[in-house]
């Protein structure tokens, strides 16, 4: 695929995951007075739209939508700099653009500044380790069973949105789309960058088991 097409792919892609995220958000959280419930209205459409896009749009750039993972292929030598660059640039933008059309479809404004707080040891922890699953899921599918890479990421966030802290954001890009919603799923700017970083050493990790744990066969150390 061109460049140009797989680039377009990672910005529709992360755009039509953040509106699914934030559309859901808000829906739940218009529904129901009940959290629980509104996370479970959050966590469904969530886990359910990355099964599509990762299927359809996979073949065209690989369905990272994540700044986080494409530094990991791009490290692994799978995905040269250049092109990595122009997927984090797709990624950003498509995230915020995701973002303005939940707002619009909901008749809210179309930027916002959070105010939801999400700060703390134990939230940078739950990033680190919901980025540190979302790689190893991803790299471990790689080496077992590529095809179901669609049903295993939405499988591991659908979890992840339950077992961690701060409800699994994972992906730099959707952390900063979301810092521009006001509504169930947003997260304050200044909580964002730590976010972010934690997401970043997460996937670190991951990828350095991976490269030990899912040698192919016959390879020893």
Request: net charge neutral.
């Amino acid at each position: 695929m061109t460049l140009s097409r797989r680039v377009a792919a990672e910005g529709l892609g992360t755009a039509l995951l953040v509106a699914t995220v934030v559309g859901s958000g808000i829906m739940a959280d218009r529904l129901t007075n009940d959290t629980a419930m509104a996370l479970m209205g959050n966590t469904i459409p969530t886990g359910a739209i990355l099964f599509v896009l990762i299927t359809i749009l996979g073949p065209i750039s690989g369905a990272h939508f994540n700044p986080a993972v494409t530094a990991v292929f791009a490290l692994r030598k799978e995905l040269d700099w250049s092109s990595a660059a122009g997927y984090v640039v797709a990624q950003v933008l498509g995230g915020i653009i995701g973002a303005v059309a939940a707002h619009l479809m909901f008749e809210l404004p179309a930027l916002q500044l959070a105010t939801h707080a999400r700060t703390g040891a134990s939230q940078w922890l739950s990033e680190a380790i919901a980025a540190f699953g979302l790689v190893a899921v991803i790299l471990g599918g790689l080496r077992a069973k590529a095809q179901a890479i669609p049903a295993l990421v939405g499988l591991y966030i659908t979890a992840a949105y339950w077992f961690t802290a701060s409800t699994s954001f994972a992906n730099p890009a959707v952390t900063i789309a979301r810092s521009l919603t006001d509504t169930f799923s947003g997260i304050r700017p200044v909580d964002a960058l730590a976010f972010i970083l934690a997401q970043l050493v997460g996937a670190l990790l991951a990828l350095a088991l991976a490269g030990w744990l899912f040698k192919p066969t016959g390879v020893t150390e």
